[in-house]
């Protein structure tokens, strides 16, 4: 049975099928093996354009975390978008329930503004939020700009309609019945909530936290321009070392790509791991 | 751990068939269904919307109720999201009408009123329309060329085959790296000297500058084109899960070539998806500011400066903060089409397509 129905939904002939796979397969992996084999390699052999290194140096690994202040970076990284995940994902549960489960004027709009949020440019965000925090620094005497508050702050702008509307696309999968039922047996709609909704939606929670994490881990714009060498994110951390480096005779290219590797491996284990879960929310669109 | 993920569930992104082609609306997922099914059946069937339309009106959908609404339930959301997107929308709007720079900025409020000057000047520099030009040209370009790579890599992977996971993983991680990793590793790749060159030297293209004059244009592509294909790849292959596998069964009776099926039988039914795709995709490469800044650097090369980049370095590099968010703006007007079409396509509603399961049966 199965053998027949994989022959009869084949859609390309085997040998076509087979370039299509090897084709892609060298166009990704040779990028990502490149990086790999050039954070071993040294700066000179990096610089000549050699794909495999000569011998292999694991050295770059150890001095990354000197040369560059990486570990604070990836602290930063890490305390932030670790924040504006949890609390996405907590407000996301209330909002997102009342979406999905009530009817009310405005509810469509509130539906199309969650995903049209998603395609606001940053840098529209980021000027008014660099004039407010320069006026409460000027006013209040409070400085935000250079603290992880404000990176706090601007990353929630985009990772909370985009958990939210992670968590609506959730919670519209689970049986209405369930609700119903408590609420005839007299429930109170935040008991429900919390004793029916929250115990059935932790994949969809861990999604929503998932994508709000890496919407703050990925963004180089506002923290380019809100953060100070103390508070730099690891995004940063990785531009102006390639930056900075410049002056000398050869960069540390094996550096920079070890760098390279240890910023992006938190995040393709996550997709990785949670692959299942986070497809569909991929191609929604709020994280790239 | 890849393999384990892969290999055990051989199916990351196409599991129950059946269930998906019996409701290709995707809307029945049971307790055990994700996020990812809902959005990907959700997104999927764009074409079916505008029938639901009139059904939505007469009947709601079962689930959505008026009584004992909970609406301050909204109110943490609400409040927070009216504190960081609503004023700063707002302030935003306000300066984009102020002649705001450095030296009126500490005391923003009271700078000059200058009306719709800023949007003027903005559209009659040449800076703006040649960004706008670059930008527009880039993101077609990308969207365009990820189209066939997408939707052949979805054809080659839809059938199962030994090592099928692992090769999804795979083809999930040029999308999946964070775009200032994949900046930064194509910087060295491609600078002159670098691995990039010797490589094109060895397949006959001269060697040259990619990171700068008017081969940059032709780097920005080409690295985006790497880094977003798999969305097309993975929304075709979202669509051809809900193709019923009646349709394969009846399109081998007739004898159909392989050709010939992919031509009437496939294809037709991925254009929602697939259409849903390009959209997404101009839309993601027009406000694209990390892969152009951490490629290119600032200032950018000429011929790569897009619009993300140019407001950007307009207000925090020259200062002109008015004129930016004026830049800004118009860059909003920009995506404005694609954007609207986008959320007409999108399935918003939950119970439209509860009315419009229930009237299909």
Known sequence: MKTRSATVTRLLPRPLQITVVVLLLVVVLG???YVFFASVNSDLSVAAGDFLPHRLDFGNYARIWSTVDLSTGLMNSLIVAGTVAVVCALVSVGTGYVLVRFAFTGRVSILRALLALQSIPGTLILLPVFV?????ANVLSVQIIGTRWALFITYLTFALPFSTWVMVTYLRGLPAELDEAARIDGASSFRILRSIVLP??????????IFAFLLGWNDVLFASVLTNPQT????VALTVFGVTQEGGAIPPYGQLMAAALVCAAPVVV???AFQRYLVGGLTTGGVK | MTTGAGGNTPVPVSRRPETAAAEPVGAAQGKRSTAGDAVAGGLTTPAAVPEAQPARKSKRGRGVTRRQRPLWMLAPGGTLMTIVIVVPLAVALYISLLDLD??????WTSAPFKGFANYLEAVRSADLVHSIVISVSYALLVTVITLPIGVAAALATQNAFAGRGLVRSVFLVPYVLPAFVTGTVWHIILQPGGVGNLLLGHLGVPNGLWLNGPRSFWALVIVQTWASWPLIYLLTLAGLQSIDVTMHEAAALD????WAKLRYVILPHLGGPISLGLLISFLHNVNNFTLPYVLFGVPSPHDVEVLPVLTYVESFQNFRFGLAAAMAVWSLALIAIPLAVYLRVVRLDVGSDESQRRARR
């Open chain 1, 270 to 272: 996550l997709y990785l």
């Open chain 2, 255 to 258: 004898g159909a070539g392989w």
């Open chain 1, 132 to 136: 407010l925090f320069a006026s409460v």
């Open chain 2, 102 to 107: 450095q030296y009126t900025f500490r005391e």
């Open chain 1, 232 to 235: 730099r994110t690891a995004a």
């Open chain 1, 31 to 33: 990028p990502v093996s």
């Open chain 1, 200 to 209: 059935l939606s932790w994949p969809g929670l861990v999604v929503s936290a």
